[in-house]
T-cell receptor, first 112, second 115 residues
């Protein structure tokens, strides 16, 4: 069964600190992996998209990594800001399908 | 703003009533998707259109649910005889098949509460 699992389920950090969110997937065939940020009550917004051949991709303070061999990805947030408080969702697209397989998300709270 | 828009943003209804949601995709996008998201979970795929053709439907889309995209532009999602279990956020997304990696852009969602 195609699944995307994320950890931790929730995380609290202090403003200015770094954090890393994890994503493990069992999706086949694999097309690409995306990280989305979803503010409360809003739709998800794409942060990064990585294909099989990409190991790292950055978007400002967000850096995503992908290990296609172990089927793991991480999202590292540097120098966190209060506005980073949101759910971060890992999404895998399975080749040949026009649908995405979503993880349940990690809820990040950044406190002053 | 040329992003994906959804209306209404919130809908409260009584069990047994019918509701209809609208999604206006990004204008040049030919692909449109509907998802359902419950609290604390990621979105779940419901259905997918390419232009006006509905090409895929999830098993989650029971016979009480129907989606249309009559002219290949906006789409509607109707739920008949709503049940309390239908309470969720309904998200619409669109994409352009010619764009690299077929990135989907999401609307703000319609939050449905069935009393």
């Amino acid at each position: 069964k195609n699944q995307v699992e994320q950890s931790p389920q929730s995380l609290i950090i202090l403003e200015g600190k770094n954090c890393t969110l994890q994503c493990n997937y069992t999706v086949s065939p694999f097309s690409n992996l995306r990280w989305y940020k979803q503010d409360t009550g809003r739709g998800p917004v794409s942060l990064t998209i990585m294909t099989f051949s990409e190991n790292t991709k950055s978007n400002g303070r967000y850096t995503a990594t992908l290990d296609a061999d172990t089927k793991q990805s991480s999202l590292h947030i540097t120098a966190s800001q209060l506005s980073d408080s949101a759910s971060y969702i890992c999404v895998v697209r399975s080749g040949g399908y026009n649908k995405l397989i979503f993880g349940a998300g990690t809820r990040l709270a950044v406190h002053p | 703003d040329t992003g994906v828009s959804q209306n209404p943003r919130h809908k409260i209804t009584k069990r047994g009533q019918n509701v209809t949601f609208r999604c206006d995709p990004i204008s040049e996008h030919n692909r449109l998707y509907w998802y359902r998201q419950t609290l604390g979970q990621g979105p779940e795929f419901l259905t997918y259109f390419q232009n006006e053709a509905q090409l895929e439907k999830s098993r989650l889309l029971s016979d009480r649910f129907s989606a249309e995209r009559p002219k290949g532009s906006f789409s509607t999602l109707e739920i008949q005889r709503t049940e309390q279990g239908d309470s969720a956020m309904y998200l619409c997304a669109s994409s352009d098949r010619d764009r690299t990696l077929n990135e989907q852009f999401f609307g703000p969602g319609t939050r449905l509460t069935v009393l």
